[in-house]
Nanobody, 123 residues
Framework: QVQLVESGGGLVQAGGSLRLSCAHS????????MGWFRQAPGKERDFVAA????????YYADSVKGRFTISRDNAKNTVYLQMNSLKPEDTAVYFC????????????????WGQGTQVTVSS
């Protein structure tokens, strides 16, 4: 069973930065594609970013392209989301997710989910 634990969320002013981390419990982390999603209050869950098992292929939502960077360290079983130039509209609960196979942008394609970490951006 895979367990994912996010950390790094918090309160930040607009224009600031945060780095989210997602620790994967399994020994086979390097075989999973990883994704980040977010859900704001009253809204549906949205795709943010995804990365393949090697870290060589990445996808981003248009709304975060150029501001967010997804990366992974397979030696540490961890995936990261570096968030720069944060905006109030980035406020949401951020979730990481894992799937076997190539990365996807649809949440339904992922098999395992973390519990989420809150990111709040004040104006």
């Amino acid at each position: 069973q895979v367990q994912l634990v996010e950390s790094g969320g918090g309160l930040v002013q607009a224009g600031g930065s945060l780095r989210l981390s997602c620790a994967h419990s399994g020994r086979t982390f390097s075989s999973y594609a990883m994704g980040w999603f977010r859900q704001a209050p009253g809204k549906e869950r949205d795709f943010v970013a995804a990365i393949d098992w090697r870290g060589s292929v990445t996808y981003y939502a248009d709304s975060v392209k150029g501001r967010f960077t997804i990366s992974r360290d397979n030696a540490k079983n961890t995936v990261y989301l570096q968030m720069n130039s944060l905006k109030p509209e980035d406020t949401a609960v951020y979730f990481c997710a894992a799937r076997g196979g190539p990365p996807r942008t649809g949440g339904d394609d992922y098999d395992y989910w973390g519990q989420g970490t809150q990111v709040t951006v004040s104006s």
